[in-house]
């Protein structure tokens, strides 16, 4: 059977948040994401540092394209011969230019996959917004774009991350070279102002990921937890932070902790800063032992659940895969889904 031929789609659009390449980009990358948002250019220049740590390089970008790869070999494996192009929020390649380049290429409908696989306005919402903006900046004959739903409670998601959180715990060992037991496993996602997650199923989808997760993965001690705030101290954002509820098992007397990124889905900059840089210092200092899980990235179960999203979608199959309590979230998002958050009239440095 001719999958492509059947398909109600010609195209693919992998959509991500982008991030610099070199130094120089960093703070033209920056006002992008800040563009609109009243933040002062002195918290700017502090968020600046955390990729001058890394010589100015976000890690995002290679690992888009390593995914990119696997997803368009997944596709042509299974028969689904559909174009791949890619096309991002904040920097280059940018959406309008991708789309841009598809309708040259004669593309009229595409499916996207946006790499976030939870439902707020910023993972959500916006990355629609953005889409529509694109398309209206290409003008006539823009391709159609549908985004494909988030899969937190996807097998293809929480079984990958099961396994890594596995072998973040085996990695600890006690000092005579036993492997520890009941190690308390921190479960983080990037924090969002309350406003932003009363009005969406963030939190709710979340904890389900990480009770899934620590499920499979038969953790005893858990929790969710927050990092990488970046609003002012007057506008309530989700807590705990991932350093506070570190120095709270510290002094419940844990020796050692393992990090999830379960609201990540690679390894970019909030991971390597936030958790590998951040949060491992504190426990150095702590005396804590540390071991963060890996995130899904080209795993192949994780790429075979993107294929069989973009079969859902592309075949229209009235099935939808989910593992859980909650079901399947809905493919087309309703007018009043994730609405934008309250911003607050001036922003300053966290």
């Known amino acids: 059977m001719d999958h ?6 010609d195209a693919i ?10 130094g120089e980009d960093v703070l033209p990358f920056l006002e992008n994401v800040l563009r609109g948002r009243n933040v002062p250019k002195e918290r700017m220049l502090e968020v600046a ?3 001058h740590h890394f010589g100015g390089k976000s890690p995002i970008n290679e690992q888009n394209i390593a995914l990119i790869d696997a997803i368009r070999q997944e596709l042509s ?29 004669g593309v ?26 694109a398309r209206k900046a290409v003008g006539p004959e823009a391709p159609e774009i549908d985004k494909i739903r988030v899969f937190f409670n996807h097998p293809g998601f929480i079984k990958p ?14 000092e005579s070279g036993e492997k520890e037991s009941g190690t308390p496993v921190l479960f983080t996602a990037h924090s969002i102002p309350l406003s932003m997650a009363d009005s969406s199923d963030y939190c709710k989808q979340l904890q389900e990921a990480s009770r899934l997760v620590a499920e499979q993965a038969k953790i005893s001690k858990w929790k969710l937890v927050y990092q990488s705030r970046s609003g002012p101290p007057t506008q309530p954002w989700l807590e705990p932070d991932v350093c506070d509820a570190i120095r709270d098992l510290h002094e419940q007397g844990e020796s050692g902790v393992v990090l999830v990124p379960i609201g990540f889905i690679s390894d970019h900059m909030e991971v390597l800063f936030d ?9 150095q200092t702590l005396g804590m032992k540390m071991a963060r899980a890996n995130t899904a990235g080209t795993d192949p179960e994780f790429v075979q659940m993107i294929r069989d999203l973009i079969s859902e979608r592309a075949f229209g199959l009235s099935e939808k895969t989910a593992i859980g309590c909650m079901p399947a979230n809905h493919d087309v998002c309703p007018l009043d889904c994730c609405p934008a958050p309250v911003r607050p009239a001036t922003s300053r440095p966290s």
């Open 161 to 174: 991350m099961a396994r890594n959180v596995r072998t973040a715990l085996d990695s600890i060992e006690n």
């Open 275 to 283: 958790l590998d840089t951040e949060a491992a210092d504190l426990c």
């Open 77 to 105: 494996a299974s028969g689904l011969e559909l174009p791949v192009y890619w096309g991002n929020r904040n920097w280059h390649p940018l959406l309008a230019d991708t789309l841009r380049e598809m309708k040259s290429a």
């Open 49 to 51: 540092e955390h990729y």
């Open 13 to 22: 659009l992998f959509v991500s948040f982008g991030g610099p390449d070199k």
């Open 108 to 133: 009229r409908r595409a499916l996207a996959f946006v790499t976030s696989g939870f439902s707020c306005y910023s993972g959500c919402r916006q990355y629609r917004e953005n889409i529509e903006q």
């Open 4 to 9: 492509a031929q059947q398909s109600q789609y």
